[in-house]
């Protein structure tokens, strides 16, 4: 029997320029800058991460940024169509004025008896903020540009668009330990069986074809893990459901099993350390380019090939 995880570890996209993805997720969302490193599949394209005050697993959003690709993606089945951030209830407002301030078109929408304001950011994938008082691990920023009482409080959910609800909902209840909560408006809700923080998972049909990987989409969804003991347990776990995992992969802030499942979406699993303090100081995180020590040695071929790029611009408000 596998572990039971207790939610999102983060989440990966793919955008366009990395200049206005950063700008958009600290400058808008106020999230911190924590890792400006590089694809370790893909030594050429940037990886970078962004979170809370120290980057707990939970809220980090990741992306590689394609610009010398151009590919644009297509939503559509076997892909993440929303990834939720938690918001204090009273946060509402506030956040409604700030995105609509930056040029952002935000909707407003009640889901499960939640306020939930939906918008896409500049590569539009679909970002979502969920109004609720759930607890959090989520460690405030101090130079964040949105006040300590606003600041998005780690991951709520990521919504699923598959072809039938079923083939997913096997996997995210005998492999990961979720529970089926709540069925409205042809939305299937489960939980993590752990109830952490970020434990929702949203499942969807869509009559649209299968979704093409590019920017503007989301890359892969990763879920929680102790260690690597578990990652083996899932390992296994994966092989009895006639699926095919990854090898189990040292990615130098955490160790990762990958897993495509029946519907397509590429499911994660990473252990919650060493974290991002492996090679940086908690103060200094996400200010200079690091590699891994086994791509130290092509640093400077690796910095020929990768765009200009200043660092977040954070606008005096």
């Known amino acids: 029997m ?61 992306f590689f940024p394609w610009t010398d690709r151009g590919r644009q993606g297509e939503f559509g089945a076997g892909q993440t169509q929303a990834t939720a951030y938690a918001i204090p209830t009273e946060s509402v407002a506030y956040w409604t004025e700030r995105l609509e301030s930056h040029g952002v078109d935000v909707e407003r929408t009640e889901r499960f008896g939640e306020t939930v304001l939906r918008f896409d950011d500049p590569d539009g994938i679909g970002i979502e903020l969920v109004a609720t008082d759930a607890e959090t691990e989520a460690v405030p920023w101090d130079e964040s540009p949105v006040p300590e009482e606003h600041q998005l409080r780690g991951f709520y959910s990521v919504t699923l668009a598959v072809d039938a609800v079923e083939p997913t909902a096997e996997i995210l209840g005998d492999v990961l330990g979720y529970e089926h909560e709540a069925t409205e408006g042809g939305r299937d809700r489960y939980r993590s069986a752990t109830g952490g923080f970020g434990s929702v998972v949203d499942v969807v049909e869509t009559d649209d074809g299968r979704g093409r990987m590019g920017v503007g989409t989301v890359h892969h969804v990763a879920f929680r893990a102790e260690d690597v003991a578990e990652l083996e347990a899932y390992r296994e776990a994966y092989e009895e459901k006639g699926l095919g995992p990854s090898d189990i992969i040292d990615r130098k802030y955490f160790t990762a099993l990958y897993c495509r499942e029946p519907n397509g979406v590429l499911f994660e699993i990473s252990t919650m350390g060493p974290g991002f303090t492996a090679d940086e100081d908690r103060d200094e995180l996400g200010e200079s380019l690091v590699l891994p020590e086994w791509l130290e040695d092509e640093r400077e071929a690796i910095e020929r090939q990768l765009p200009a790029f200043d660092g977040p611009t954070v606008p005096t408000e």
């Open 2 to 62: 596998s572990p039971e995880t207790s939610g999102i570890h983060h989440v990966t996209a793919i955008a366009g320029d990395p200049q206005r993805n950063a700008n958009f997720y600290v400058g808008t969302l106020g999230l911190r800058f924590v890792k400006k490193t590089v694809n370790h599949d893909d030594s050429g394209t940037y990886h970078f991460y962004f979170g809370d005050g120290e980057g707990t697993p939970g809220t980090n959003v990741t």
